[in-house]
């Protein structure tokens, strides 16, 4: 009951709906999607502009990783420059939005299962900003992360996820930030600018995993690693992955699906995106 009383302070000037938050996996890709206008980016800008404003977004960012379960619970959340060699420029972005501490205190009372930490150091890494930034440019939605529990199998963050759902109704906007087949050690660099360049296994894994969202298989989703040879190349590490079953785990019976920004890139990564509801 506390969680509910929590999340009804924080949302008490909210108008009640019966509608609820679409969920969105996107595949986030390089962190130079935070300064380019491309394909990717568009569609980005364009989810922004088709969902209902919200009152908040909550993103599950594939770059915080984390001993335990931890949300971000500060007023002005930094932002995080988590990459090395990119142009003077990338480093130089801001992205100001404000944070929620009444909405991740409300957020980690709702999860049961475990003990969830407020955080106040951490911030808005480019699994959150690149995107995000595309979608409300002028930063005045509040922004916070849902860290990933490395220690814990794809079972757990499914599961965690369906502990979050009430929040759909209360307008917030949750976002599992990044990539579906995600290979950065196969990357064929010399091609990241040849349109839809993928090797046989990533098309094969990524038609599959679409193939698997679709028919609401997410059993086989959670236990990608008995999906053969090439589910182990699209997937050598969970990280860009987790994110996507966090969006599976919001998910309703009555939720339509759509696929987004249905590419390869670099032969090993795709940045196919999902849309729930």
């Given at each position: ?12 000037d909210?108008?009640d ?5 679409p969920v ?13 206008d491309n394909e990717?980016t568009r569609?980005?800008t ?5 969902i209902p404003?919200?009152?908040?977004v ?11 379960t931890?949300?971000?619970a500060?007023e ?13 420029e990338?480093?130089?972005v801001?992205?100001p939005?404000k944070?929620?501490p ?21 911030g808005?890494d480019?699994?959150?900003w690149?995107?995000?930034?595309h979608?409300y440019?002028?930063?005045n ?5 849902l860290s ?6 794809a079972q757990y963050?499914?599961?965690l ?19 579906m087949?995600?290979n950065?050690?196969m ?5 990241l600018r040849?349109?839809e360049f993928?090797?046989d ?5 990524n ?7 679709s ?14 040879s090439a ?9 860009h992955y ?6 599976l ?9 759509g696929?987004y ?6 032969g090993?990564?795709?940045m ?6």
């Open positions: 009951m506390n969680s509910l009383n929590t999340l009804y302070n924080w949302s008490k909210l108008k709906s019966d509608y609820k938050m969105l996996f996107i595949g986030h890709g390089s962190p130079m999607n935070g300064i380019e990717f569609t980005w364009q989810f922004g502009k088709e404003t919200p009152s908040a909550l993103v599950v960012s594939a770059h915080w990783l984390t001993n335990g931890h949300i971000t500060m002005h959340p930094k932002t995080i420059h988590d990459f090395g060699g990119f142009p003077k990338l480093y130089e801001e992205y939005a944070g929620s009444e909405l991740a205190a409300a957020t980690a009372e709702l999860i049961t299962t475990t003990h969830v930490g407020l955080d106040h150091e951490w808005l480019h699994g959150t690149t995107v995000v930034k979608m440019p002028d930063a939605i509040p922004v916070l992360q990933i529990d490395y220690s814990k199998p963050h499914y599961e996820a369906k502990q979050i759902t009430l929040l759909r109704k209360k307008g917030v906007l949750i976002i599992g930030s990044g990539n087949v995600h950065l050690r990357v064929a660099w010399d091609k040849e349109p993928g090797y296994w990533a098309i094969e894994m038609q599959l995993f679409k193939d698997k969202i028919a609401r298989d997410f059993n086989s989703l959670i236990h990608y690693e008995q999906l053969g589910a182990k190349l699209a997937i050598p590490t969970p990280d987790y994110p996507l079953l966090y969006t785990g919001l998910q309703d019976e009555k939720d339509e699906v696929f920004n249905d590419k390869a890139v670099g090993s990564l795709t196919t995106s999902v849309k729930v509801g």
